[in-house]
């Protein structure tokens, strides 16, 4: 046999059992490509989903209704009877007072402040506006998205696709035709505050305290993160303290996250007697739970680095100290900025710590310090998901597609990092 190998090319017939391996080596990899795959196809089928709902939410329907001049020198700067008064003019049919309803609910409650506006600017330039865009209601907004014909034609009226009735689908549809129906970006989703009504509900209040709170997070958990890795690899002694404390940092990295909040709420709230519902608290709770996370990616970059950093800085005649934070903590560094934003991309989408010391409650103006009242991005979309309303269905697909963004920038940022000023040994 060992003639025969010597003499023959390698080969399944040359050496027994050899194209048995062969077909068992690309089984695997077929099996791991398609491990691959799936796991691809259902993240893609995972974003596009909720992406196609949300999508959406990014976009409103706007009305136009042409103005009176005459109702607009009567209305002595009254919009909220100019605006229903220019609604029944527009509308064929609103005579009775059901029609009246009908026609009323086809707008949102930002109508009448709009149509305010728009006196105000005409009373400033002395000028007689034509006609005014109101934004419409959840409904007339749903609708407008679905497609007024199929709504109109729709075999079912009972199926639940829409809850405007045939009179308002027929003036929404003359609205259409009449070039009176227009769908813009819609700005007010991501600079508004959260509001009962789904036209009017903005993540500006949820993106200002993620901000605020990772901002908190950060400033805590980093400093002590990276400090607590340096004594604990470079400079305290190994025994059994510190052995036991590697062991529990290894366990709270693994503990799940309402602990900490219970912990916030017991610590930071009954017994300091912070402000409730504030970024304050919420960004160092997050930061008792990413600590850990944050030890152990630095002690990790620090041990990476060769000790013959360390031998010839000290060879040199620098000191412990000086060895380092001069060259073995800025060599490391990368690492441990790339285990920061981790730990922070995790905190960004944990909700069940800030439920715990009261980040849920309903906040309409968003938070201008630290210590004002706040909620969080995935706080929002639990309480938009909570919602009765079809239109905050939407609106909470938006705000996780808002979420992932985010996510994806900072996992972004940290593999940018990482391939900048990683070193190669």
Not at 53 to 63: E, I, P
Request: proline share 4%; glycine share 8%; hydrophobic share 50%.
């Amino acid at each position: 046999m060992t003639d025969q190998l010597k003499n023959s090319p390698l080969s399944a017939a040359s050496v027994e059992g050899l194209g048995r391996r062969y077909r068992a080596e690309k089984r695997y990899r077929f099996i791991g490509f398609a491990a691959v795959a799936a796991s691809l196809g259902f993240l893609a089928f995972l974003i596009i989903a909720i992406g196609f709902q949300g999508v959406g939410a990014f976009f409103k329907t706007d009305l136009r209704f042409d103005l009176d001049p005459a109702a607009v020198q009567d209305s002595g700067g009254d919009a909220f009877g100019l605006l229903r008064s220019t609604i029944r003019s527009n509308l064929e049919g609103a005579s009775s007072r059901r029609a009246k309803r009908q026609a009323y609910g086809l707008v949102s409650s930002e109508a009448e402040e709009q149509m305010q506006a728009l006196l105000d600017a005409a009373a400033e330039t002395n000028t007689n506006p034509q006609v005014v865009w109101v934004s419409a209601s959840a409904e007339v907004d749903l609708a407008v998205k679905a497609g007024i014909d199929a709504l109109i034609n729709a075999q079912d009226k009972d199926a639940g696709l829409t809850r405007l009735s045939d009179q308002q689908l027929r003036w929404i549809k003359t609205l259409e035709q009449n070039g009176a129906v227009r769908t813009r970006f819609n700005l007010g989703f991501l600079i508004n505050g959260d509001s009962r009504d789904a036209e009017r509900a903005g993540l500006g209040g949820a993106i200002m305290g993620s901000l605020f709170t990772l901002l908190i997070c950060l400033v805590l958990s980093f400093f002590v993160g990276v400090m607590a890795a340096i004594y604990l690899e470079e400079f305290a002694p190994k025994n059994k303290w510190t052995s036991f404390l590697e062991i529990n940092i290894n366990n709270l990295a693994s503990v799940p996250s309402i602990i900490f909040g219970l912990l916030g709420l017991a610590v930071f709230l009954n017994a300091f007697g912070l402000a409730r519902s504030s970024s304050l608290v919420g960004g160092m709770v997050l930061a008792l739970m990413t600590l850990p996370t944050i030890i152990i990616a630095s002690r990790v970059s620090l041990q990476a680095v060769p000790p013959s950093i360390r031998e010839a800085a000290l060879g040199l005649g620098a000191t412990r100290i000086q060895a380092i934070f001069h060259h073995v903590v800025p060599l490391a560094l990368p690492g441990m900025l790339t285990g920061a934003i981790l730990g922070m991309a995790r905190a960004l989408g944990e909700t069940a710590p800030l439920l715990m010391i009261g980040m849920v409650a309903f906040i309409a103006d968003p938070p201008s310090s630290v210590m004002d009242p706040a909620t969080a991005l995935p706080v929002q979309v639990f309480l938009w998901s909570d919602s009765p309303e079809r239109a905050f269905a939407e609106k909470t697909s938006g705000a996780i597609l808002v979420l992932i963004l985010f996510l994806i920038l900072m996992n972004s940022v940290a593999i940018l990092l990482r391939k900048k000023f990683e070193k190669k040994w």
